[in-house]
């Protein structure tokens, strides 16, 4: 990901423009890999499958839940199911945490955010998308 002072992540919150090939389009840049959507701004993700998706790997996210009231979970080409774990600290943190496939995630992001919404995704890089 092309970044300010090399530091892996955009320092605000963008759309996601295109997804795919292993990783995404956004702010006229792209990024291999997965990715962290935050109010902090858009980090790389170390999670390149569902099975890595844990409490432990959204450490980012569950930092910043004061800025965040849904988080979408995008779980590759298909939904998945979150771990009891991950849903269970969204409920105890007052989050609603939604798991789907990662482009219903990067969409359903994406119209959040453009109406201002507290929105977070972390989003699981895919080959197939859009």
């Given at each position: 990901?092309?970044?300010?002072?090399?530091?892996?992540f955009l320092k605000?919150?963008?759309p996601i423009d295109a997804y795919g090939n292993g990783g995404f389009r956004f702010a006229d840049m792209s990024h291999k890999g997965s990715?962290?959507?935050?109010p902090s701004g858009m980090h790389s993700w170390a999670v390149s499958d569902a099975?890595?998706?844990?409490h432990a790997s959204?450490?980012?996210v569950w930092a910043e839940t004061d800025q965040i009231d849904v988080l979408f979970v995008g779980t590759g080409d298909q939904l998945?199911?979150?771990?009891?774990?991950?849903?269970?600290?969204g409920r105890e943190l007052n989050i609603i945490t939604e798991p789907m496939s990662t482009g219903a995630a990067a969409r359903t992001y994406n119209v959040l955010l453009g109406e201002k919404r507290a929105v977070a995704a972390a989003l699981l890089a895919v080959e197939r998308g859009k």
């Amino acid at each position: 990901m092309t970044s300010q002072e090399g530091s892996g992540f955009l320092k605000y919150q963008v759309p996601i423009d295109a997804y795919g090939n292993g990783g995404f389009r956004f702010a006229d840049m792209s990024h291999k890999g997965s990715l962290l959507c935050l109010p902090s701004g858009m980090h790389s993700w170390a999670v390149s499958d569902a099975s890595e998706i844990t409490h432990a790997s959204l450490e980012k996210v569950w930092a910043e839940t004061d800025q965040i009231d849904v988080l979408f979970v995008g779980t590759g080409d298909q939904l998945l199911v979150l771990e009891k774990p991950i849903k269970q600290a969204g409920r105890e943190l007052n989050i609603i945490t939604e798991p789907m496939s990662t482009g219903a995630a990067a969409r359903t992001y994406n119209v959040l955010l453009g109406e201002k919404r507290a929105v977070a995704a972390a989003l699981l890089a895919v080959e197939r998308g859009k």
